[in-house]
Antibody, heavy 116, light 107 residues
């Protein structure tokens, strides 16, 4: 069974940093590209980052470029999202999702709240 | 960036009714659009990929069509378990962009 489990969320103050993890199981993680997507409270979904299966390419939404970094460790079947200079508008549920051209499986999400 | 306009934003429908949701993209994306269903407190689930292909395990009452830049999700006969939010996603180019969503409720 394909599983993606996010962790590392929490309540942080504006300007601080946080690192999310997404542990994959049930499939060959190293063969898949991986996305981070977020959903602010009562809002729609926002794609924020993509990393290729071999980390050769990374893409970011303008809203997080320069502040967030996507990375992965294929030996640990784990995807990461390092978030710096957090703002109140980064408050959201953060999901990881796998892709082989189609984003076909998502985790349950990790909640991040940025508030003073 | 490719814009995706989804309509309607909310929809009241009766059980057994045919339901249609539309996404329009700002430029041609071929068939690079997926549809997702999201229930409260849950992660989105893939329904339709590459505009017309039904994801394994999803009911056949769901279908997708497209013509040019206009994409349609149809539920042929609404069931109680279909009450959810529905989103489209274009994955033709980064940044991938989602439609704003359609909240489907029972009339």
């Amino acid at each position: 069974e394909v599983q993606l489990v996010e962790s590392g969320g929490g309540l942080v103050k504006p300007g601080s940093s946080l690192k999310l993890s997404c542990v994959a199981s049930g499939f060959t993680f190293s063969s898949y590209g991986m996305h981070w997507i977020r959903q602010a409270p009562k809002k729609g979904l926002e794609w924020i980052a993509l990393i290729y299966y071999d980390s050769s390419n990374k893409y970011y939404a303008d809203s997080v470029k320069g502040r967030f970094t996507i990375s992965r460790d294929n030996s640990k079947n784990t995807l990461y999202l390092e978030m710096n200079s957090l703002r109140s508008e980064d408050t959201a549920m953060y999901y990881c999702a796998r892709t082989l051209g189609v984003m076909d499986a998502w985790g349950q999400g990790a909640s991040v709240t940025v508030s003073s | 960036d490719i814009q995706v306009t989804q309509s309607p934003s909310s929809l009241l429908a009766s059980l057994g009714e045919r339901v249609t949701i539309t996404c329009q993209t700002s430029q041609s994306i071929s068939n690079n659009l997926n549809w997702y269903q999201q229930k409260p407190g849950q992660a989105p689930m893939l329904l339709i990929y590459y505009a017309t292909s039904l994801q394994t395990g999803m009911p056949s009452r769901f279908s997708g069509q497209y013509s040019g830049r206009s994409f349609t999700l149809t539920i042929t006969s609404l069931e109680p378990e279909d009450i959810a939010n529905y989103f489209c996603l274009q994955h033709y180019s980064a940044p991938h962009t989602f439609g704003a969503g359609t909240k489907l409720e029972l009339k």
